[in-house]
């Protein structure tokens, strides 16, 4: 007997279970209802199978067996029900995917819940905003490679129809294409550069005429100077005013280039140029080294930055290099402008037409009748 009520109770408690997670796993009515007949089945098959094993045949045992299966069956199913409510109680905020609906099975509140996540995902990252910008950064891009393959067209063309043009070569291995626009310039530049080096010769052979005597630093200042207002007044004229020409000398204790003359706009300008150190790369010992004056724009790995580099945004510069000091030249000039895109052609008419070559000749003259070498480091630097 006490068997028989063990295996009811157990059976009851076991098939109690059994429904009730059956029963909150399936949403369908008819899966419920399944779900509790497989369960009695189950239960009911079990325990009338303990009855055959036992040969209970006893009316009142068989009973009694029954009705604790029923009893604690129910019992199991109402309490496990009850503990998983207290497990799964609602929070009561809309927003929490409660598990209950999900062992449940609610799919409606489920899809809902899904599509409110998704939304406010969408309003905390702003896809509307991200969808428009990846657009636009995609339109973007198009748009560069459009420009891109019609500039590489471009390129093509334009060396097709250069490959057999006029060329002239600059230094340092420089090959520059001659424009119409250049050509249209070509005979004004002639005639201001004919007339600057007449003026630069006049003004050397009247002030060694004024200068039979030894010469002071002064006095080579000065004559640095009327040389300067030659290149403003024939070569810049009316535009002085954007240009600066200068003049250093090698400073043999710093070992680099200091100023010695500058001019801006036909004045005389205090401010100090930039010290060019000889141990960096720099334009004027390159241009020492190839005995040719270059355009910053064409040599610009020989550029040494200065203070004034954002001001003088091109220029060009040239060493003496017949005139030398421990191997470093003792004088250079250098013609520095504010706009690059203006002056872009006369310094390419200066540069082809060799305009240094002018100026080492009357700085020559001067040294051959007073020696700059002396002047510099014996009349001024060694006091």
């Not at 009730?20 to 199978?49: E, H, M, Q, R, T």
């Not at 060329?167 to 070509?186: D, G, I, N």
């Not at 060019?276 to 005995?291: A, L, Y």
């Not at 006369?346 to 020696?371: D, G, M, P, T, W």
């Amino acid at each position: 007997m006490d068997a028989l009520v063990f295996f009811g109770i157990s059976f009851g408690l076991v098939s109690g279970v059994l429904f009730s997670l059956l029963l909150v796993s399936f949403d369908k009515g008819w899966k419920k209802f399944a779900s509790a007949f497989l369960s009695l089945v189950l239960g009911g098959g079990s325990l009338w199978k303990a009855f055959d094993i036992f040969q209970v045949k006893e009316q009142a045992a068989v009973l009694t067996s029954i009705g604790f299966f029923f009893l604690f069956f129910l019992l199991a199913f109402v309490v496990f029900l009850f503990i998983f409510c207290i497990i799964i109680k609602d929070k009561h905020n809309k927003d929490v995917l409660r598990i209950r609906d999900i062992l449940l099975g609610q799919k409606n509140y489920i899809e809902a819940y899904y599509k409110r996540r998704i939304q406010e995902i969408d309003n905390t990252l702003n896809i509307p905003a991200l969808e428009k910008r990846e657009n636009d950064v995609r339109q973007r891009e198009l748009c560069c490679t459009a420009i891109r393959e019609t500039l590489e067209r471009e390129k093509e063309e334009f060396e097709k129809s250069t490959k057999k043009a006029l060329k002239v070569r600059l230094p340092e291995k420089k090959k520059l294409v001659v424009t119409k626009e250049f050509l249209e310039m070509f005979p004004s530049y002639v005639e201001n550069l004919g007339e600057c080096i007449h003026g630069i010769n006049s003004e050397t052979k009247l002030f060694l005429e004024e200068h039979t005597g030894q010469l002071t630093y002064e006095d080579l200042c000065v004559y640095l100077r009327l040389l300067s207002m030659q290149i403003f007044g024939h070569l810049f004229r009316s535009n002085a005013k954007d240009v600066r020409v200068h003049f250093r000398y090698y400073d043999i204790k710093k070992n680099g280039f200091v100023k010695l003359v500058s001019n801006v706009a036909s004045q005389d300008c205090n401010r100090d140029l930039t010290f060019i150190p000889c141990d960096k790369p720099n334009m004027i010992m390159k241009s020492f080294e190839c005995r040719r004056a270059l355009i910053k724009s064409y040599n610009i790995d020989y550029h040494y930055d200065g203070k004034n580099s954002t001001t003088w945004t091109e220029y060009m510069t040239g060493a003496f290099y017949n005139i030398t000091k421990n191997g470093k030249p003792c004088l250079s000039f250098g013609i520095s402008v504010k706009s690059a895109a203006k002056y872009r052609h006369l310094f390419n008419f200066l540069n082809f037409c060799k305009f240094e070559s002018y100026l080492q000749e009357v700085i020559e003259e001067l040294n051959y009748a007073h020696s700059i070498e002396a002047i510099l480091y014996q009349d001024h630097t060694m006091k």
